[in-house]
Every structure is written in C-alpha cells, then in structure tokens.
C-alpha cells in the first residue's frame, strides 16, 4: 500500500474513534479492565437506537449499560456473566451475537436458510428459460385462420409500397 493510502486510513480511523460516544470520564485506570470494557461495549445492542453498539450510541441507556458493564468488570464478573447478566434484564436481542438457543434460532439460522433458497432459485431460472426457449407451443392454423393471417400481410405489404 501507497504511504498516502495509510495516512488516509489512519485518518479515518481517527476519526471513527473520536465520534466514539464513550466519554472521557467513562475510561477504566486499569486498561485492562478498559479494554475489556470496550470490547463489550461493541457487543452490546443500544435498546433505543438498536442497530447500533453502545460503545457508538449516545442515548441515555447506552450510557447507563456501559456504567453497569464497568461497574460488573470492577466486581470481577466475568464477561459471559456479563452478557448473561445483560440478556436477563435485556432479552437475547441486547447481544448482536445471541446464544444459540430455541428462541434464537430464527435468528442463527433464517439467513442462511434465505441464502439457500434464493441461491436455488438463482441457479433455477436460467435453466428453465433455456428449456422453455425453443419450446413454443404452437397450434395449426385452421384455413380460416391462415386467409385472414395471409389477407392481413397483403393489406400491410401494400401500405408499405
């Protein structure tokens, strides 16, 4: 890579972490414990803004999650205690990467089964168009039928002379 591409991508970088909605004061001394803390962080799925990990949301709960994650990092919980502890006051949708269990099933698995399926029919189509291409069903003409048809491009040959 070009000295100016690496720049550029630092640059971004940068930039990305200053929109960061984790605030100065929300940094842990030990860092450690900090980094441990923002990893969770990006875990985590903001209630209100949803699509979005709380380490980037700057909604009120996010900032009330990420004060509980610190404050269970201090009283040694790990992290799966963490994200359980998260899950059971939350639901299984607080964690952008659920536990596989009955209720989340839909959500491991409809993708894939999605993929698949539209995958099926992708390669389908282009099989049924060449096997209907050339089979034109065609019926016979009766003689009436075959008088109007030849009277029709006679009248149409004489326009265009």
Known sequence: MSRKILIILAMIFG????ASAVLPSEVMR???QDARARMLYREVRC???????IAGSSAD???????????HIREGLSDADIRQTLRDRYGDYVLFRPALNPATLALWFLPVIVLIIGGVIFLRLPRKAAETEGAVDVAELSAEERARLNKLLEDDNNRSS
Do not use: F, G, S
């Open 15 to 18: 930039l990305t972490q200053i």
């Open 30 to 32: 030990d860092p450690d």
């Open 47 to 53: 209630v209100v803004c949803q699509n979005e990990n």
């Open 61 to 71: 709960i996010a900032a009330d999650m990420r004060r509980d994650i610190r404050l």
